[in-house]
């Protein structure tokens, strides 16, 4: 029996060898493909069959080994029992596992939420992001708690009624009052997570468009963003699909008065402390405006325009600062799959004080392009019936 | 009474076989099989191989994932113009994500596991001797793989798979001139889901019938087996929702090729505009996640049944509060029908409705704390046998808990605001579905694999299996959860477009090659499993000393399960370790007459007749003690 597991073992080392000179040889190879810029393809081809050979035979080797090493398990369970012991006590060994997994768990545990957890998005940037941090962190700890105590108790539990020949199970159907406490409590602890939940759901959510604030339309096709400022009397133009044409691109209504002095953006810039409207179209399939440094996002649903309120609390200058990164930006970007392009649909948004607002908005563009206006002059004079109706042939 | 009188039909029906010997054809014995437990394992073998594909698809996106920046010509050489230069696609890369998505909840967490486990163990643990119609239980089978297969063939065609999200939102799925995997491909994928929903909703007729009529002589319902309260809560869910979903995907259907606006309105595509008007997208979504909820518990609920049963088993002690369990799994099935809002806070949808969705998410908690309590409490002073089935339901428990915990974060409508579609949501479906639910099932397949097959799995290499597949899976999904708490998106590409989320590609290979040697682990577990059906030791009867009826049928398979009679059933299934018992279990089969010494007063609590017989004999010992 050993001998044969010698053999085996012996097999194994031999394995190895030839496998690291293989390895070795596959590496060298490589690194000399590497050199000549133009290697040619059926070089780069056999080189590769080799890398997939290298790596096939890394399995291999891995499932002889596991082979090897139950086969050298199997022979000293054996030659236990024949010795008149008992075979290997599997219950001790696995208990064993579960508590050195459980501890090795709980360390992993905290390493990431040290590690990992520190690379996670800074304090919230708005100011109903305040509350939902707040509520988070709260769910946090309770729910972290609830973690500790639950997975503590199934390892612990497992280790320590390992099975044995010696004990019986305790036969312990029930316990009614255990239950009822323990549907209960958690029953308490959801119900208060449930009301502030709520409330705070609703606060961020039922909001009224208020006179003074900032209006804002972003609009979101398959793969960008256009964002549009009303002009200054603060109203923006009405928008119609059905007006579409390439120097229109929003479809904007220019028989409404309001839209003459709309602005066209490139980066989304907002004053800081100023409540903010953004009124969220799409216009062929959906998307979503995610913002997650404000804790904001909304699906902008095609024929369902949707909009988000919110006050940026910190300016983009502040923040670099606080998190000492001079090239940081808030984002905006797209986070409901829209297509191949989705992975790259973003814009810049910038939080500034109340004076570089101003100054910035008084140099952007006016929606109303010159194309555009000839364009709307054209179709005025070609179609003279149609000129009120704002539409371009192209439509009928 | 009807149970009676069907009980006796399948005795007469079976004497009847037995008179004729009717012999099987190879075709008739193994392919368009009638017996349940043929069906069982047609279902599980389909179901492990799409689960080895859909595994496979997610190491392929992984690897995209982990090196965004390099190039593999073998990628080439497998997926011709879905890789050009050996780099993904990204359309393919959404469609790999989708058909992995779609495979692993429908094809393998629903017909792999309850086709497998509700056919072989319902008529075998409620003692029956088939289905109610096994006729349509053979259909039911081949409808899932006509589904499968057509699901699959969406790989061969010259724009790819599908590639909307599992969940295929439309108007990116209604347009084909939207992306790749919104053409052809997805209208495999649409008729391929209406095959596989009535296929389920075969099955599960069949399974709710089953349950209600045919069980045994003395099998009422509170002396079922957790697996059956399971199975069978789980197929009245199913039919009650899969139709919905057929309903969305026919509007769908009709939008994409006929014209109709059902969900599409002001939509401009590719500089045109397009003639829908006055449809909603948003009534999709409430159409699929009417369905698409209740579907997480129709995946998670049989693994749970599952695992109380195995846990019970193993732990050689009756499941602690089995009728709060039964309860919970209840409250599970009536309240899952009204959680689906959740899905929907950020896509427009009343607020206000998100706040009464998010009441009733919350609520639907309690009783997936109380069942998992109920386990542990189970586990509390058992004498743990760790087989390899106890170690994955195990395993089930503990990533419900991870998985479950931040269910509370994402029914939060405040916090979903944050969460929604991020690695967070990923992290958290993945732990409590794709963890939980496949362990679920692996437990399953370790413990009636003897049953199935009439031989036994390697425990060893089951060891193997499940210590490397518990801890890879934690290595891969634990990190997820703070990349989606720094915003990263789900079903993105790649995260190279942005410098924010480069210090996550460290991580992102790290996630990866713990894929990836996850997924050579499995080959620990198919290995065992090809090589047990053919050469694995024989098994006995009753391997794991379990109480339910299935064990006290022969190993080898004969149609109709018992020769002879059907056994009688006297008690419930979780007499375990019962003082005053010489063994420590007792079969559920076995007459209370015959275990004097160790009945209890409440094991006669219907039964006034029994109590008072009962009081007698103790009567008696009481006084022959104190004569000596
Ligand atoms: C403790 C109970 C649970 C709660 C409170 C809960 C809550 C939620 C919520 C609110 C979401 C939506 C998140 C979002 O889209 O932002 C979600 C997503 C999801 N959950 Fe759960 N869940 C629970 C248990 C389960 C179970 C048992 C399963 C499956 C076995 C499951 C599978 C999923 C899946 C697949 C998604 C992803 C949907 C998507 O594609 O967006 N959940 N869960
Ligand atoms: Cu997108
Ligand atoms: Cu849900």
């Not at chain 1, 390992?162 to 029930?174: A, I, N």
């Not at chain 2, 209406?194 to 909703?201: G, P």
Request: hydrophobic share 45%.
């Amino acid at each position: 029996m050993g001998f044969k597991t010698f053999m085996n073992t012996k097999r194994a080392f031999s394995l190895v060898a030839a496998f690291l000179l293989l390895g070795t040889n596959v590496l060298m190879a490589q690194g000399t493909a590497a050199t000549p810029a133009a290697a040619d393809s059926s070089a780069q081809k056999s080189d590769m069959w080799l890398g997939v050979g290298y790596y096939v035979l890394l399995v291999l080797l891995a499932c002889v080994i596991v082979a090897v090493v139950g086969k050298i398990l199997r022979v000293y369970d054996l030659s236990l029992q024949m010795q008149g012991k008992k075979g290997m006590n599997w219950n001790n060994i696995i208990g064993v596992i579960c508590i050195i997994v459980l501890i090795a768990g709980l360390y992993g545990v905290y390493w990431s939420f040290t590690v990992q957890g520190s690379m996670i998005l800074p304090e919230s940037a708005s100011a109903h992001g305040g509350k939902i941090d707040f509520m988070f962190w709260t769910t946090t700890v309770i729910t972290m708690f609830v973690f500790f105590i639950t997975q503590t108790l199934l390892w612990v539990f497992l280790f320590k009624y390992r099975g044995s020949d010696k004990r019986k199970g305790y036969y312990y159907p029930h316990n009614n009052t255990i239950e009822k406490i323990w549907t209960i409590i958690p029953a308490i602890v959801l119900t208060i997570l449930v009301v502030f939940g709520f409330f705070t759901w609703r606060s961020v959510t039922n909001t009224d468009n208020l006179k003074g604030d900032i209006n804002i339309d972003v609009t979101a096709h398959q793969f960008a963003w256009e964002i549009r400022y009303p002009g200054k009397d603060g109203k923006l133009g009405q928008v119609n699909y059905q007006l579409y044409t390439p120097n229109n691109i929003l479809g904007v209504n220019f028989k409404d008065r309001n839209s003459f002095d709309d602005l066209k953006a490139d980066t989304l810039v907002l004053p800081v402390n100023r409540e903010v409207r953004i009124n969220i179209h799409a216009q062929d399939v959906i998307h979503s405006l995610y913002m997650p440094h404000f804790r904001v996002q909304m699906n902008a649903v095609p024929g369902l325009p949707t909009f988000f309120k919110f006050t940026p609390t910190i300016t983009t200058a502040d923040m670099r600062n606080r998190l000492d990164d001079p090239k940081f930006e808030y984002l905006l970007y797209c986070n409901k799959i829209c297509g191949g392009g989705h992975y790259n649909m973003q814009k810049v948004v910038r939080v500034v004080s109340e004076a570089e607002y101003e100054t910035w908005i008084a140099r952007q563009k006016p929606y109303l392009s010159d194309p555009l206006k000839k364009e709307l002059h054209l179709a005025d004079a070609s179609e003279p019936g149609k000129a009120a109706e704002n539409k371009i042939a192209l439509n009928n | 009474m009807s149970t009676l009188a069907v009980h006796d039909h399948g005795v007469a029906g079976h004497d009847h076989d037995h008179e004729h010997h009717h012999h099987d054809t190879f075709i008739t014995k193994y392919v368009f099989s009638q017996d349940h437990k043929m069906i069982a394992k047609q279902f599980l073998i389909t179901g492990i191989t799409m689960a080895v594909i859909a595994m496979l698809l997610s190491i392929l996106f992984r690897i995209q994932l982990a090196y965004p920046d390099k190039s593999f010509p073998l990628l080439e050489t497998l997926l011709g113009r879905f890789a050009p230069g050996g780099r993904l696609d990204p359309q393919f890369y959404l469609s790999l994500v989708t058909i992995h998505g779609t495979i692993m909840v429908f094809f393998v967490l629903t017909a792999g596991l309850s086709g497998t486990f509700s056919n072989l163990l319902i008529p075998l643990q409620v003692g029956a001797r088939d289905m109610a119609s096994p006729f349509i239980n053979m259909l039911s089978y081949w409808f899932f793989f006509i589904a499968s297969v057509i699901m699959l063939s969406s790989f061969f065609i010259q724009k790819g798979p599908a590639g909307g999200g599992w969940t295929i939102y439309p108007p990116l799925s209604a347009l084909p001139k939207a992306m790749n995997g919104s053409e052809l491909g997805m209208t495999l994928w649409l008729i391929s889901m209406v095959c596989f929903i009535a296929s389920s909703l075969m099955g599960g007729i069949n399974y709710v019938s089953t349950v209600l009529n045919m069980r045994t002589k003395g099998m009422d319902l509170w002396k079922m087996p957790l697996t059956v309260w399971a199975f069978f809560l789980t197929a009245i869910l199913g039919v009650l929702s899969f139709p919905v979903l057929v309903a969305g995907v026919v509007l769908l259907i009709f939008d994409r090729s006929f014209g109709t606006s059902f969900y599409l309105s002001d939509i401009i595509l590719n500089g045109k505009i397009m003639p829908y008007e006055g449809g909603s997208p948003i009534l999709f979504q409430h159409l699929f996640w009417f369905l698409g909820h209740p579907e997480v518990y129709i995946v998670i609920m049989p693994a749970m049944g599952i695992s109380s049963e195995v846990i019970a088993v193993n732990s050689r002690k009756p499941i602690f509060g089995y009728h709060a369990m039964v309860y919970s799994l209840i409250g599970i099935t009536v309240l899952s029908f009204i959680v689906w809002g959740h899905h929907m806070f950020v896509t427009g949808m009343n607020p206000f409705l998100g706040g009464v969705f998010m009441i009733t998410t919350l609520i639907i908690a309690v009783p997936s704390a109380v069942k998992t309590f109920n386990w542990l409490a189970t586990l509390w002073r058992g004498n743990i046998r760790f087989t390899a089935a106890m170690l994955f339901a195990i395993g089930m428990v503990s990533f419900f808990i991870s998985g479950g915990i931040t269910g509370i974060f994402l029914g939060n409508a405040a916090l979903d605001i944050n969460l929604h579609d991020t690695y967070f949501v990923v992290a958290h479906f993945h732990l409590v579905m794709g963890s939980a639910a496949i362990f679920g099932m692996l437990a399953g397949v370790y413990h009636w694999f003897p049953k199935m097959f009439g031989r036994l799995m390697d425990q060893k290499l089951g060891y193997l299996h499940f210590w490397l597949t518990f801890i890879c899976a934690y290595l891969v999904f634990f990190p997820m959860h703070f990349m989606g708490l720094d915003g990263v998106p789900r079903r993105y590409y790649a995260m190279t477009e942005f410098p924010a989320f480069n210090h996550w590609l460290s991580v992102n290979t790290f996630i990866t090659w713990s894929a990836i040697i996850a997924g050579f682990a499995q080959i620990a577990f198919l290995y065992n499993f090809i090589h047990s059906i053919f050469w694995g030791k024989k098994t006995t009867q009753n391997p794991w000393d379990a109480n339910t009826l299935e064990w006290t049928a022969p190993v080898e398979h004969i149609h109709g399960n018992w020769p002879g009679e059907i056994p009688t059933v006297y008690r419930w299934p979780y007499d375990y370790s019962k003082p005053g018992h010489d063994t420590d279990f007792i079969q559920q089969t076995t007459p209370l007459s015959e275990t004097m010494s160790s009945n209890l007063p409440h094991d006669f609590e219907d039964n006034p007749a029994g109590l008072q017989q009962y009081n007698e004999w103790a009567k008696t010992q009481r006084s022959s003690e104190e004569v000596k």
